[in-house]
């Protein structure tokens, strides 16, 4: 699996891959709340193309602010 760079926001090494409730996954900095976009998967085969695409888009930037405006 790819490995992870650092947040695009914060710079901080603290990213990690988070499933929400059996059907998506992204990438999130628990520092200040970016995130990726959900990438939907509906069996174990998706799920770990899912996990590649999330670490993919995190380390391309394309990333969610959770800041005020966003």
């Known amino acids: 699996m790819d ?3 650092d947040c695009p926001v914060c710079h901080e090494d603290s990213a990690y891959l988070e499933h929400e409730g059996g059907w998506c996954v992204y990438v ?3 520092i200040c709340g970016t995130h990726t976009s959900f990438i939907r ?3 174990e085969e998706e ?3 899912a996990e590649i695409k999330s670490i993919r888009l995190w380390n391309m ?3 969610i602010r959770e800041q005020r405006g966003e």
Do not use: I, L, Q
Request: glycine fraction near 6%; proline fraction near 7%; charge should be neutral.
């Open 61 to 63: 930037g394309k990333v």
């Open 28 to 30: 999130t900095c628990p």
């Open 47 to 49: 799920k770990a193309e």
């Open 3 to 5: 490995e992870y760079r």
């Open 41 to 43: 998967y509906d069996n």
